[in-house]
Structure formats: C-alpha cells, structure tokens
C-alpha cells in the first residue's frame, strides 16, 4: 500500500464521524422500537430509560469506512466475521440480557476466528531484555489476550461518554505514534477510521447522553483494540504490549481491582456491583461529567507518556510513568475500590472487643 497522507487521514476520520453522528438518531429510534433499553436500578447512576444499540452506528461507521478505505485480506476477513459474531451477541444481549456465560460464548468464538482463521497470533514478547518466546501457547495466550481486552471495555462502561472516550484516545495515540513512525497497512486504517466513528457516537452520548453503546459497543470496541495492538505493533514486540496496556491502564485496573474484590467477597467474578473506578470518584461528589474529564485526563496523561516513551526518550517516559502509577496506587488504597474500608474498621474493631 502507497504511504497515508494527512488528506486521506483526515477523511478517514471525517467520513465516519459525519456519518455516525448522522445515523445515531436513527439508531436511538431502532433500540427504543426494539425494547433495547437500558433499565435503571440502584446499581446503575441514569434515572430513566435508555437505549442502548448504540454500537451498532459505531459499527456502520467501522463498516463504511472500511468499504472506502479498506484492504482486502484474509485477516480483515476474520475481522468482519469476528466483529459480526460480537455485534450479534451485544445486539442480543442490548434487547434482552444474556448470561454472561452465554456472551462469553461469542467473545470466544470471535476470538477463535481472528486467531486461527486470520492467523493474528501474539507469538512473543520482549522487554526489559527479556525475551520470551510462547510457541504453542500463543494461540491461548491471543485468546486471553482478546478477551481481556473485550471485557475491560465492557466493565468500564459505567458512564456517559466513559468508554468511548478511552477508546477515541486509545485511537488517536496509535495514530499519531503510526503517523511518526510512517507506517501504512492496515491497522493504521483501521485506528482512522474507529476514531472518526467513536467520535461520531461520543456527540450524542457524552453527558448528558442521548443513547448508550451497550454491550454491542463495548464488546465491539475492545475486540477491535484487541486486533489494532495485534496487528499493527506485532513488529515493535515491546510497544505491542507496554503502550496499549499503559492507554487502557483505567479499564485494566478496574477490571483487576473488580476480580480481586469479588473473589474477597466470595462472589462470582461476573457479579455486578458499584465500586468501580469511576464509582470511586463519584462518591467523592464529583459529577458524571467531571468523573468522566477526570478519567479522560488520567488516559491522556498515560498516552502523552506512551509517545514520549516511544518517539522522544525512554528515560522520560518511564518516569512519567512511575509518577502516574504511584498516582494511581495511592487511589486504589484510599477508596473501596478493592475491599471497602468501612468493613475492615469493623472487622477490626470486632476483633478489639
């Protein structure tokens, strides 16, 4: 493929945003004739009913830009298959809630297809000067590493504006770091042309959101991140790991701090709760809105220190990266995020008596 100018970037962007943003509204209208509507109880922070098919416009946009600027191969192939199998299941699960064990079904299956049906395999990794060759156990690790990916997204998506803001940021540092580095093919296609379409929905779901992405967005979005680190970093062995894992560190903290909490509780893994990350920052009286900047900014200093890293010097970007996660940390300890705190006071004072 001939070198990306910055014309075809911007109407890579432009095209799936404009036409996102258009369809949303009819989109909103399918979900509320359909019955795909977002119930509220007291787990949840929206107070009326709201649809929430709202992945399948950033999915037309995904396909439509795709259509234009697309390459045809055997792995976009299994793309759209996998991604097809994803939006399904969301749709599915949007209308009527499906078990988790029953989605997990379709995540597996669209990662089984990506995998051995497109070859997209994380064979190994390098970092630090270690070197670590997975052989036959890269179809699992893959896997894992596809549905890890899905499922952040989907538990991070707690808010107006929330996971389709990390994901745009997400898009955007890949392609300005794909841009510097001059690199062509299809995974920089593919981060464009999901730019422009997150964008689009983010007109009419950032607070006060109009419509939700649903399972059908989030699934949709992880697995497509999932595939761009896959694909477009597989040749820089330590920036395919280290700089999506540092972009996505919100929804990969919470995800990590959901499942040890969990378990502490003796609850399933898939029990829904909130003490989330974001539930966190709203019990300190920060509004949606403000909860929503605060984790933008949070993603956004993570990703200034991913190009920084990259592009500019490593000493720089590892510091900055210390300074974030001690940030973070502190966070963690200082809320209920892993163990509430009121019940450790208890606990302890139980033992006193």
């Known amino acids: 493929m001939k070198d990306i100018n910055i014309t075809t970037i911007l109407l890579m962007i432009f095209i799936p945003f404009v036409f996102v943003t258009a369809i949303i509204p009819i989109v909103k209208k399918i979900a509320e004739h359909v019955g795909a509507l977002d119930i509220p109880d007291k787990r949840k922070v929206h107070n009326k009913p709201m649809p929430r098919l709202g992945g399948l416009g950033i999915y037309a946009g995904f396909l439509l830009g795709y259509i234009i600027f697309g390459i045809h191969t055997t792995i976009m192939n299994s793309i759209l298959i996998g991604s097809f199998v994803l939006i399904i299941t969301g749709i599915i699960d949007d209308i009527k809630p499906l078990k988790a064990s029953h989605k997990l079904v379709g995540q597996i299956l669209a990662a089984l297809i990506v995998v051995f049906y497109g070859g997209l395999l994380l064979k190994d990794v390098s970092f630090f000067g270690i070197y670590i060759n ?7 690790i893959t896997i894992l590493f596809i549905l890890g990916c899905i499922n952040c ?52 779901n950032f607070n006060p959101a109009k419509i939700f992405m649903g399972d059908s967005g989030s699934m949709f979005l992880g697995f497509i991140i999932a595939v761009i680190t896959l694909l477009g970093f597989k040749s820089i062995i330590t920036s395919s790991i280290i700089i999506p894992l540092c972009i996505l560190i919100v929804p990969i903290l919470d995800t990590i701090c959901a499942i040890i909490r969990r378990k502490l509780k003796g609850e399933s893994i898939g029990t829904p709760d909130k003490s989330h990350f974001h539930h ?41 990266y210390g300074i974030l996660m001690i940030a973070l940390m502190i966070f963690v300890f200082k809320t209920d995020i892993l163990f509430s705190k009121k019940a450790r006071c208890e606990k302890k004072n139980g033992k006193n008596k």
């Open 134 to 140: 997975f052989g036959i156990w890269a179809y699992p």
């Open 153 to 204: 997204l989907n538990l991070i998506d707690g808010l107006d504006g929330l996971a389709g803001g990390i994901s745009s940021i997400f898009f955007l540092t890949i392609g300005i770091i794909a841009y510097c580095q001059g690199r062509t093919g299809l995974s920089v296609i593919l981060t464009f042309i999901m730019f422009g379409s997150t964008l689009g929905f983010l007109v009419h």
């Open 280 to 320: 966190q920052l709203l019990r300190k009286n920060c509004s949606v809105k403000t909860t929503v900047l605060i984790i933008y900014l949070i993603t956004a200093l993570f990703s200034a220190a991913s190009i920084i890293w990259l592009l500019v010097d490593h000493q720089i970007g590892y510091t900055i």
